[in-house]
């Protein structure tokens, strides 16, 4: 059940009112599933080591239609 509204993106506060399980304890497991994904992100990598990034500037824009963020 942690697993599926994580890939929701629920939050953990709102995870621990549907369930038995403590705020504290649901973010403990967040937190260790984010650490294998980056885990095994770094795993499938093709760039070994560090990544050096040149002087490029990159932009990012968030659009917020009907409560979506995009």
Same mark, same amino acid.
């Given at each position: 059940?942690?697993? *599926?509204?994580?890939?929701?993106?629920?939050?953990?506060?709102?995870?621990?009112?549907?369930? $038995?399980?403590?705020? %504290?304890?649901?973010?403990?497991? =967040?937190?260790?599933? *984010?650490?294998?994904?980056?885990? %095994?992100? $770094?795993?499938?990598?093709? =760039?070994?080591?560090?990544?050096?990034? $040149?002087?490029?500037?990159?932009? =990012?824009?968030?659009?917020?239609?009907?409560?979506?963020?995009?």
């Amino acid at each position: 059940m942690i697993i *599926r509204y994580f890939a929701h993106n629920l939050p953990a506060s709102k995870l621990a009112a549907l369930s $038995d399980v403590s705020r %504290l304890t649901i973010n403990q497991r =967040f937190f260790k599933l *984010r650490t294998r994904i980056a885990q %095994l992100c $770094d795993a499938s990598s093709p =760039f070994p080591g560090e990544i050096e990034m $040149d002087g490029s500037s990159f932009v =990012f824009g968030i659009l917020e239609r009907q409560g979506s963020l995009h």
